[in-house]
């Protein structure tokens, strides 16, 4: 079992759950279960996406009743806060119970209880979360908001039934996280000055593109952040809303009940709206939806996911948008990705570079300098990585490639089109961060060469 948790640990939950006196000793088997299942408390539907979060405040941390299930739990998810964590993985195999941590987005093993506490850890997660305790059949999301050092953060449980029992897989959702702003990204000067001119254009749609867990939703939030959220009307349609934005007006998408995005989208425009971040252009409608907001006048920001940034382009032509239109409302395209930061406790000069390492340098590069690697120590648990950085490529539209792009062009036209104007590339941005010290070659190879 992982040490004790930090005492600054604190539940913020339901009250209905504080009154029922919290679960009453969640026993180390399944047949405790019905106890806990017979109070009044949790009998609501299961929580849907993003179902109401738990309100209220109750102490979890109650050493005379320290309980191994409570306290595992507690100290698990406080051990997942502290080291940055961005998934917490509970999974059940059939003789042990396997704990998981994704942090800078690869996960770590971490010691875990015996097996027979499974069936009450998940159940101590489901009163949390606000959950059916007793469906054990059938998927659930819920939410939960703990309170952790002292930093708020918010849960996303998942349970899905595996053969040998319920999966919960908890993504930890950090404010402080997103706040970062803008200049704090890792874009290089010439990027970020013209990101930021684009975000601040009156209209147009500007796209950010990578796959999942490329960091795209930072960006987005830190973008509406350099925004002026008092003089402009600044709306969203996520799916679900992650983060709480000060001054922003956030629509939940609810696909079941026809909330779609391209629903709620053509809503928006009739609340007078500036600017307007979709969260993702998944289909031809929203596409359509978010075109005709930016040719009358409204900023839209929006994600996809393509490889690089002019693929956001024929992505969109693919989808079924026109190319003249496509030419007439994108003003850019930013494609990224998070490569680990080298670790800077550990940090030395490399003084034999990988094979692999040559081989990428030969064939992409002809820069040459000092690379540096992390040696791995106990601050980064020996990877030599600790922190993320991101790299960027910058598709900004100019009269050239909106000529280009109406003509309905190849992939590879654009490509060249574009770095003829000198965008800077994926690639590029991650060979200059490599010879800069910040993240290695390997690293970069890793995450774009796969
Ligand atoms: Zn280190």
């Not at 949790?42 to 979060?53: D, E, F, I, L």
């Not at 934005?245 to 609810?254: C, F, G, K």
């Not at 030969?362 to 790299?391: A, F, M, P, V």
């Amino acid at each position: 079992m992982p040490k004790a948790f930090d005492k600054g640990f604190r539940w913020v939950t339901d009250p209905s759950v504080q009154a029922e006196d919290e679960p009453d000793t969640p026993k180390e088997s399944a047949e405790n279960e019905p106890a806990v299942e017979a109070s009044p408390a949790p009998k609501k539907a299961p929580v849907q996406g993003t179902g109401q979060p738990n309100q209220g405040t109750i102490s979890a941390w109650r050493p005379a009743r320290s309980e191994p299930v409570i306290n595992f739990v507690d100290s698990l998810i406080a051990t997942a806060v502290n080291e940055g964590a961005s998934d917490i993985h509970i999974e059940p195999r059939e003789k042990e119970l396997h704990v998981r941590l994704r942090i800078d987005g690869v996960l770590f093993q971490k010691p875990a209880p015996p097996i027979k506490m499974h069936p009450a850890i998940i159940s101590r997660l489901k009163i949390l979360a606000n959950l059916d305790i007793s469906e054990r059949r059938l998927p659930q999301d819920g939410r939960i908001r703990a309170n952790v050092s002292g930093k708020k953060v918010d849960l996303r449980i998942s349970m899905l039934p595996l053969s040998h029992g319920e999966k919960c897989v908890i993504r930890v959702l950090d404010s402080s996280a997103i706040s970062v702003g803008l200049e704090k990204l890792g874009m290089s000067d010439k990027t970020l000055e013209a990101f930021r001119s684009e975000i601040l254009q009156p209209h147009g749609i500007v796209l950010v593109t990578g796959p999942t867990g490329s960091g795209k939703s930072t960006t987005l939030y830190s973008a509406l952040q350099v925004m002026d959220g008092t003089s402009l009307n600044i709306c969203t349609v996520e799916d679900p809303v992650e983060y709480d934005l000060a001054s922003i007006n956030q629509v939940q998408v609810h696909e079941s009940i026809g909330m779609t995005f391209a629903a709620a989208l053509r809503s928006l425009l009739r609340q007078d709206p500036d600017t307007i971040m979709v969260g993702e252009i998944r289909d031809e409608e929203t596409a359509r939806v978010a075109v005709q907001a930016a040719l009358t006048g409204h900023l839209v920001l929006s994600t996809l996911h393509t490889n690089d940034a002019p693929s956001s382009i024929t992505r969109l032509v693919d989808i079924g948008i026109e190319s003249y239109l496509i030419s007439a409302a994108v003003n850019g395209a930013l494609a990224q990705r998070l490569l680990r930061r080298i670790c800077e406790h550990c940090k030395e000069p490399m003084t034999t570079v990988p094979e692999s390492t040559t081989a990428y340098l030969e064939k992409y590069s002809d820069q040459t300098g000092q690379l540096y690697c992390g040696t791995g120590c106990e601050i980064c648990r020996n990877t030599g990585y600790k922190g993320r950085i991101g790299i960027y490529e910058l598709l900004v539209l100019n009269q050239e490639l909106r000529d280009i792009i109406t003509r309905t062009p190849s992939l590879g036209d654009l490509k060249a089109a574009a770095k003829n104007q000198g965008m800077r590339t994926l690639r590029d941005d991650g060979l200059a961060k490599a010879f800069q010290g910040l993240t290695t070659v390997d690293e970069l190879i890793r995450i774009t060469e796969s």
